[in-house]
């Protein structure tokens, strides 16, 4: 294979802005995941320190279902499925695969899966290796989910529905209208597969993401990411008992996989101890939303945010970068965002509330994005 078909395809991204690097964190944490601060949380870090000290091993030297398979993860999945209050939980390594092995392993063959639009890229992949028939509803509009399904009922289809959401949007920050979408799923008989990547230890009672009073109904499936506001790495698949076995044995994306760490197994449930206990957290971070409504939305003219993801949308995808690159030289880490993660002409600037940051930070943030864009 020759280079030159790789150079022209990275040389047109270049041109339209869109070439990415890789940069070293700098400045104030306004891009991180690190929603709690937790990352560099003492009480997580002393568990894993007592857990080498007891001989637990770093590596997990094969998958699950070969001599990958600890004690520290089938603890941590015993804790998370009373944690979220269903029957069973699966830990894999992130996110991204968990989506992927729900979606290209549970729908079958003539089974419709309904999917919002924005949800994220890592389902879309899922989507593309399912044997399922998949289509996208209009971002939180119900009625859309509904006149899909329909539509396929009408057209003969005879197979299951899967209703796919994100309950926060990672890019958008505004929440999935979940108790509309359980009651269309409860008059379909359909799956509700609900990630909870940006929710889980920022919202609900414990931490227990805005699925919580969801998440041990039959026909709802949760995924919940370790490696955001919880500060660790590896994700949670919380579903009734059969669909957990059902993965254990058909998903690829965790047959096949190198187990996670038990050292991050570990992390995993002390984390889960941390968040439970994070009333305080929750609270300093929902001033720090106060304040960024204050001090960022309302002089740009932007709706109040309803959650720790602060969008600023610029709309052409040299501007947004511009823009960035100049609140990183003023010592705010603030990332722009562009095609294909949001659509064209929605380039933005995904700002990230953490507690890595204080109300001060928030204020200067917005004095300098206030000079830069005006």
Not at 27 to 47: K, V
Not at 175 to 200: C, F, N, W
Not at 209 to 235: F, R
Not at 313 to 328: I, T, Y
Request: proline share 5%; with cysteine.
């Amino acid at each position: 294979m020759t280079a030159e078909p790789l150079a022209r395809q990275l040389a047109a991204l270049e041109a339209r802005g869109r070439l990415r690097h890789l940069i070293p964190r700098a400045g104030r944490d306004f891009a991180s995941n690190d929603y709690l601060g937790l990352a560099g949380d003492p009480m997580i870090a002393q568990a894993v320190s007592d857990a080498i000290a007891r001989g637990v091993p770093v590596g997990s030297g094969g998958s699950r279902l070969l001599r990958g398979n600890a004690p520290e993860h089938e603890g941590l999945e015993a804790k998370a499925a009373a944690f979220f209050r269903t029957q069973a939980a699966l830990f894999v390594a992130n996110g991204f695969v968990g989506n992927l092995a729900l979606f290209a392993t549970l729908p079958q063959r003539g089974d419709l899966i309904v999917a919002d639009e924005l949800i994220h890229a890592s389902a879309h992949d899922g989507f593309r290796m399912s044997k399922a028939t998949t289509v996208f509803a209009r971002h939180n509009d119900v009625q859309s989910f509904a006149d899909l399904i329909a539509g396929f009922r009408k057209e003969g289809g005879k197979g299951r529905i899967w209703i796919a959401v994100e309950t926060l949007y990672s890019m958008d920050g505004d929440l999935a209208p979940l108790a509309d979408l359980a009651k269309l799923a409860a008059t379909h008989g359909a799956m509700l597969v609900l990630d909870e990547a940006h929710g889980t230890g920022v919202f609900g009672p414990g931490g227990r993401g805005l699925s919580a009073g969801l998440d041990g109904l039959h026909n709802v499936i949760t995924l919940h990411t370790c490696g955001k506001a919880m500060g660790t790495e590896g994700a949670l698949i919380c579903a009734p008992r059969l669909v957990i076995d059902y993965l254990i044995n058909r998903a690829r994306a965790f047959i096949f996989s190198t187990a996670p760490s038990p050292l991050m197994a570990v992390a995993a449930s002390a984390a889960l101890d941390r968040i439970e206990d994070a009333s305080d957290l929750r609270d300093r971070l929902k001033t720090l939303r106060q304040d960024a409504a204050e001090a960022i939305c309302a002089p740009l003219g932007l709706p109040t945010p309803r959650s720790q993801i602060v969008p600023v949308l610029l709309g052409e995808d040299k501007r947004a970068m511009a823009v960035a690159a100049a609140l990183q030289e003023a010592g705010f880490d603030v990332r722009g965002i562009r095609p294909p993660t949001v659509p064209p002409g929605t380039s933005r600037l995904r700002i990230s509330l953490t507690l890595n940051v204080g109300r001060v930070d928030v204020a200067a943030l917005g004095r300098e994005l206030q000079r830069i864009v005006k």
